[in-house]
Every structure is written in C-alpha cells, then in structure tokens.
C-alpha cells in the first residue's frame, strides 16, 4: 500500500534541509512524497516598470508611445512564484525520483501555515509528515514558537522531525 508523506516547505532553506534526510529514514518502494511548498499569498505590486530601454517614440512629455505600466495582479504573482518554486526543486524533485520515489510538487498560498498543513493531511489522507524544525528551547521557544511543533499536536499520524544542525 502507497504511503502519502506531506514534506512541507517554505522558502527557508533550513526547512528544505529535509529533502537531504528522506532516504534515511523513508524508503522509496510503496512512498509517494508530497513537496508542499506553503508561503504567503501575494497581495499585488501594484504596477510593473515600464521598459525605459526600449527604442519607442517619445510623446512631447516624454513618455514613450510603446508600452506603459500595467497593473500586476496577486494571481499574477501566485503563477510566478508556482514556476520559481517548480524550477528551484526541479533538482531535488528529480534526484529523488531517480532513487525511485513518486513525488510531485504543490504551492500553497496561505497565512496560517499550520492550519493549511492539518487541512491537507485530512484531505489527502497522508499517512506520515516528515519536516525538518530549529527545535527552539526556553524564552525563543515561547516567543516564536515551532511550526513543527503545533502541526505535532494538532495531527495524529506520524511526524518525522529532524534538527539539522545549522
């Protein structure tokens, strides 16, 4: 029976040092492995720069008659981002689909990362979350919590944690 393993990511590298440990610790036979890449949703930049190199004519104010600023939308950004992360994994993704494991890569646009990732192990059935954490300890424990650790008691499948060093 296939195993759905959710491995959350963020755009911290130390969250991705995961991705090194798999192998130890899941074997590829039977494992599917969810990269679920959760980050903010982009609110919009407003409007993208217009390009000052191109050789446009110039109306009597100085602007040019060619392309003008136009307006960069959140669904914009969340296309963008979705491609940026695509291509970033893109070696990891085919490394370890080489050592013989079914991955495949999904972008989650939310602010309640904990939230998302106990919505997604109920709705995808995964059997097993396997992430890396910074294992804070005292008063940085109390201020900045662990994400690990609050998706730990809010599930009751497996967690695989590491602490990486550094």
Same mark, same amino acid.
Not at 17 to 41: N, Q
Not at 81 to 91: G, K, P, R
């Given at each position: 029976m296939t195993k759905n393993i959710l491995v959350p990511l963020t $755009?911290?590298? #130390? =969250?991705? $040092?995961? /991705?090194? +440990?798999?192998?130890? #610790?899941? %074997? %590829? +036979?039977? =494992?599917?492995?969810? /990269? !679920? !890449? &959760?980050? $903010?949703? %982009?609110k919009g930049t407003g409007f993208a720069a217009t390009d000052y190199r191109s050789d446009y004519a110039l109306e009597s104010d100085g602007e040019p008659l060619g392309p003008k600023a136009h307006p960069v939308f959140p669904s914009q950004e969340e296309d963008s981002?979705? =491609?940026? &992360? +695509?291509?970033?994994? /893109? =070696? &990891?993704?085919n490394k370890l689909k080489q050592q013989g494991y079914d991955v495949s890569t999904q972008v989650c646009f939310v602010d309640d990362v904990v939230g998302e990732i106990v919505r997604i192990v109920k709705r995808d059935k995964i059997d097993m979350i396997a992430m890396s954490t910074r294992a804070r300890v005292g008063m940085l424990r109390f201020f900045f919590g662990d994400i690990a650790e609050k998706v730990m008691q809010r599930v009751d499948i497996p967690v695989l944690l590491i602490h990486p060093k550094g």
């Open positions: $755009k911290s590298a #130390f =969250s991705q $040092k995961i /991705l090194g +440990e798999i192998k130890k #610790f899941i %074997p %590829p +036979e039977d =494992s599917k492995l969810i /990269l !679920y !890449y &959760v980050t $903010k949703p %982009p981002i979705q =491609s940026d &992360v +695509e291509v970033a994994l /893109l =070696s &990891v993704t």
